[in-house]
């Protein structure tokens, strides 16, 4: 080792010193150090802190003292002020007692390294030059030593940069259990502490420590606000500092942040940056990630690196070992504090350390009660001073309060400051929203709504109705700390809504959420809505004047109806477009504003709502098809499809591609989502809570307008709502016209013909496509099947066909044949134009022998050309009806049909005037179907009217499956086999 001189200085370039530290390497490894002389005691330049002449060094803590050559050149002496406030910054005082180990000084000599207060970088700088060998220049390539030491004298001008004053941010680190730290009576955190502090001496946004003595250089930063007690007040975190979900990405993004914030700091001047608190339970050496790289030796990381760099604020409590408080403080100081909890080291700066004792903020808060004593109370002890003996005063009771004193307070001190500064001065701002939890009302998302005199509730202004968009919710954006409406904009390619969730998930509450949002912004000459609520939770709308049909599950009739009706208003539309030149919908919306077309088209954007799609492919398969044309052509005639199911896959490919807007709520499996099955394992359970096409979150609105966030009376708020639009001035949906459940035979139109020689067309009832009369052409289809349960109405339809024909023909121009063995049917026509009545199976075979052979001979000849057949003058007499009730009671199980003899003459029966109608009943239906005569007359095109029939028939007349219907309706199956649903008039007796 080098000892000081007492005389002239020899240079000694480099010294080798055998230390080992307790945080640095292990015992036995040696490390180079590079170290200077200075000139002895007494002389120019020498410190007269240090005995010897020793001038602590800037490396790193721990090292050792070092020496060697003096300074030359400009930094000589006196003449180099960075040396100067090098020096000044190290006075020599009392330090704890260290080993005294061979290779190294006495313990009374050596200074553990401090970073340098009041030094800038451009000192430092100088510093290093002079420290470096002679020979070695600036940016030159010199031996590893001395780039470890250049490194070591920039950590130095960091930690000089960084932490030299009041502003930064606090660690608080190397605390023992019970050491004031944790929560509890021997401990409580000195983050609440600081936090009590703060809030009860600064507001929110004001500048503390400028212009204070000590502040230095960082008093143009702003102090801590309140509320900085675990992580301080914040400023936006950027998104690339959010979101690290993979270990080891927390500390990184806090010390990126806390870096970002002191920068904050420099460049806002006045304006609050972001301020970071740490707290550590034991100040723990970090792992290196990964393998050193090829040809660098492994890295060396000290305790906390990544999270002390920023931190200018140091709190140490009573450590564990006097390494931990070394690598928080900076010394083992914080190891020897008293076992008491509280006590600890602050670090402001780089050469203060301050002792102090916190409080205890966690106790029961008493307020102080002094007791005053009253005047009367005050004078009865005051006596004249005398020798003679002063009988005492009686002592006057106090009187009893009047209230009592209650019991001892639960509050603690933290919660009472906190109390009473609520409310104080300016709100800090809040990074982060509250959780989207709670939903909003319509009135809340829309302007404020002002009493038309005519359509009642409206949003205030000019509202722009020919966007048709309305909203629904609201999107949550942490990531821009904000939120939006989530709007419906129905005007274009996403007219179509589509809904998806489990079960009670809210698809039913987003429907009328969506129905009552473009109620409020339309009239109801703008919007129409049709609905099917299979679910049950729609008829809380069904005073909407909006609403044109409210249809549940049981309603088969008005199920069919609602979508026939938009079937009818699609053919409309596409007539008018092209009759007119109408290149679009928005084209349209602007001609009926001027009032156009409102007399041929009552409607306006019509939506058609499917609450529970599964129900239609369960119980409705046969509306598909009309649905699918409904979804391919609709949209552009200003049809809309509005559809909620379970789950994406209970929808064909079909209607899932036009669905342009879609809201998918908590789905009973994430894997079925259509937007992204990780975000949607994301959404919470809330009712309302989903994700948008764009993967964002959001939280459907409630239908409600007074405001009140609660789904308790949900109901009652949107009846209410319906009941506020239901004015009587107001306009209203045309409404779904439905078959009429009872129809007269004076409600039909007399049967007519074509043309004298042909056959009549007869009204069979009203159907249900365009509520128009169901014809039947007995020239084009001569013959007739009828089904149906008993008591269904197929002797009633019997009836009115023979009354059409007594009316139509004249006694000689058509007659009926009755075969009827329950009697019903023989006052249906006049006698006159009956020509048999027959009531037994013999009977009908021998009436049928007799008819086939006369109307063998009508049949045409070679001679017979194809214009004479129209005019049907090859033969005389009348026309003949064959009107057969119960046809089951003549089958009589063998092989002798009483009707064979009429196969031959049914091909040709409306040019030879033979009209066959049969009725029976369902049962056996199937086999009947596959005796000669029936088989014979369905392969001819012959029309089949069916009343209610039972499914467990099956289906025994094409595709068409058995329906239950109510007496007197039935299904009309004509020649082409489409299918309309039938109302047959009542005939009186």
């Known amino acids: ?256 942040a806390g870096r970002r914030g002191r920068r904050v700091q420099r460049d806002a001047g006045e304006q609050a940056g972001v301020h970071r608190g740490v707290r550590h339970d034991r ?55 008293p076992n008491s909890p509280g006590n600890g080291f602050l670090r402001p700066d780089t050469q203060t350390l301050i002792r102090f004792k916190g409080a205890y903020c966690s106790g029961t808060y008493r307020p102080a009660a002094a007791k005053r004593l009253g005047r009367a109370e005050v004078e009865q002890h005051l006596v004249t001073f005398g020798t003679e003996y002063v009988a005492p005063q009686a002592v006057r009771q106090p009187a009893e309060e009047e209230a009592e004193q209650t019991d001892e307070a639960t509050s603690t001190m933290l919660e009472v400051l906190i109390a009473r500064l609520r409310g104080v001065g300016p709100v800090a701002h809040q990074v982060w929203l509250p959780p989207l939890n709670r939903p909003a009302t319509l009135d809340q998302l829309l302007p404020p709504l002002v009493d038309h005199e005519r359509l009642g509730p409206r949003p205030v202004g000019d509202y722009d109705t020919s966007t048709l968009s309305a909203p629904v919710g609201m999107v949550d954006l942490p990531a821009q700390q904000r939120r939006e409406l989530l709007v419906a904009d129905l005007a274009g390619a996403r007219g179509n809504v589509g809904i998806a969730g489990g079960p009670q998930s809210g698809k039913s509450t987003l429907l009328r959420t969506l129905i009552s949002a473009l109620a409020l912004t339309h009239t109801a000459s703008e919007v129409q809505f049709y609905c099917l609520d299979f679910g049950g939770t729609l008829s809380a709308l069904a005073k909407l004047p909006h609403l044109g049909s409210l249809a549940s599950r049981l309603d088969r009739e008005r199920v069919t109806r609602t979508v026939l009706e938009m079937g009818n208003l699609l053919a409309l539309r596409e007539q008018l477009f092209a009759q007119h030149n109408i290149d679009s919908m928005a084209s349209y919306r602007r001609a009926r504003q001027r009032g156009t077309f409102t007399d041929v088209d009552p409607y306006g954007d019509v939506f058609l709502v499917v609450d529970g799609w599964y129900t239609i492919r369960q119980d409705y398969e046969e509306l598909e098809d009309r649905f699918s044309e409904l979804a391919s052509r609709g949209l552009g005639f200003g049809i809309h499809l509005v559809v909620s199911t379970n789950r994406w896959s209970e929808m064909r490919p079909w209607l899932r591609d036009v669905l342009g807007s879609r809201f998918e709520l908590r789905l009973g499996d994430p894997l079925e989502s259509e937007v992204n099955s990780r975000l949607a394992a994301t959404v919470p359970a809330i009712p309302g809570r989903g994700i948008t096409s764009d993967r964002t979150h959001f939280l459907t609105a409630l239908p409600r307008i007074d405001g009140t966030n609660t789904t308790d009376d949900l109901a009652e708020a949107t009846a209410e709502l319906a009941a506020a639009l239901d004015l009587p001035s107001a306009p209203r949906a045309p409404k779904v016209r439905l078959l009429p459940v009872e129809l007269r035979v004076a409600e039909l139109p007399p049967p007519t013909s074509v043309e004298p020689a042909l056959d009549m067309v007869m009204a069979l009832g009203i159907e249900d496509g365009a509520l128009s009369p169901q014809w039947h052409d007995f020239d084009t289809n001569p013959h007739l099947l009828v089904f149906g349960d008993a008591e269904c109405g197929k002797t009633n339809l019997l009836r009115h066909i023979a009354g059409s024909v007594a009316a139509h023909y004249g006694p000689d121009e058509g007659r009926v044949m009755f075969v009827d063995f329950r009697r019903e049917l023989h006052d249906a026509v006049p006698q006159d134009n009956q020509i048999n009545y027959t009531v037994s199976s013999e009977g009908l075979t021998t009436s049928i022998q007799e008819v086939a052979q006369l109307l063998q001979s009508r049949v045409p000849g070679p001679d017979i050309s194809p214009s004479r057949l129209r005019k049907r003058d090859w033969w005389s007499g009348g026309r003949l009806f064959i009107l057969i009730d119960d046809f089951e009671l003549t089958e009589t199980g063998g092989y002798n049909d009483p009707l064979e003899p009429l196969l031959p003459l049914l091909a040709q029966g409306a040019d030879i005037g033979l009209h066959l109608v049969i009725a029976r009943s369902t049962a056996n239906a199937s086999r009947v179907m596959m005796s000669a005569m029936m088989r014979r007359m369905w392969e001819l095109g012959t029309a089949v009217v069916m009343f209610s029939c039972p499914k467990d028939e099956g289906v025994f007349v094409g595709n068409v499956r058995p329906k239950t219907l109510p007496p007197g309706r039935a299904q009309y199956v004509n020649r082409r086999r489409s299918v309309n649903l039938l109302q047959t008039p009542l005939v009186r007796d």
């Open 1 to 256: 080792r080098v000892l000081p001189q007492h005389g002239r200085a020899r240079p000694v370039r480099r010294v080798v010193l055998a230390a080992a530290p307790a945080h640095a390497a292990p015992a036995g490894r040696r490390r180079a150090v590079e170290h200077r002389l200075v000139r002895p005691a007494g002389q120019a330049g020498a410190s007269p802190a240090v005995p010897g002449g020793l001038v602590q060094p800037t490396g790193r803590r721990g090292t050792g003292p070092v020496v060697g050559p003096p300074p030359r050149g400009r930094g000589a002496g006196q003449r180099g002020a960075a040396g100067q406030r090098l020096r000044a910054a190290h006075p020599a005082g009392p330090r704890r007692p260290a080993d005294v180990r061979p290779g190294r000084l006495p313990a009374d000599q050596v200074r553990r390294p401090q970073a340098v207060a009041g030094a800038d970088r451009h000192d430092l700088d100088r510093v290093a030059d002079r420290a470096r060998p002679q020979g070695v220049r600036r940016g030159g390539h010199g031996p590893a030593r001395d780039a470890h030491r250049r490194h070591r004298v920039r950590q130095e001008r960091a930690a000089a940069d960084v932490g030299a004053g009041p502003g930064g941010d606090p660690l608080l680190g190397g605390a023992q259990p019970g050491a004031g730290r944790l929560q509890g009576r021997r401990g409580v955190p000195r983050f609440r502490r600081a936090a009590a502090h703060l809030g009860g001496h600064h507001q929110p946004g004001r500048r503390a420590g400028a212009g204070r003595p000590h502040a230095g250089r960082a008093g143009r930063r702003a102090e801590p606000p309140a509320g900085t007690a675990a992580r301080g007040r914040e400023l936006r975190v950027p998104a690339r500092l959010r979101g690290r979900s993979r270990p080891g990405h927390a500390a990184g993004a806090d010390a990126r």
């Open 283 to 337: 100040a723990t050496r970090p792992k290196p990630r990964g393998p050193p790289a090829a040809g660098q030796p492994a890295a060396r990381r000290g305790p906390d690196q990544q999270g002390r760099e920023p931190l200018s604020y140091r709190i140490g409590l009573r450590t564990f070992s006097a390494m931990e408080s070394r690598s928080v403080l900076g010394v083992p100081d914080a190891y020897e504090l």
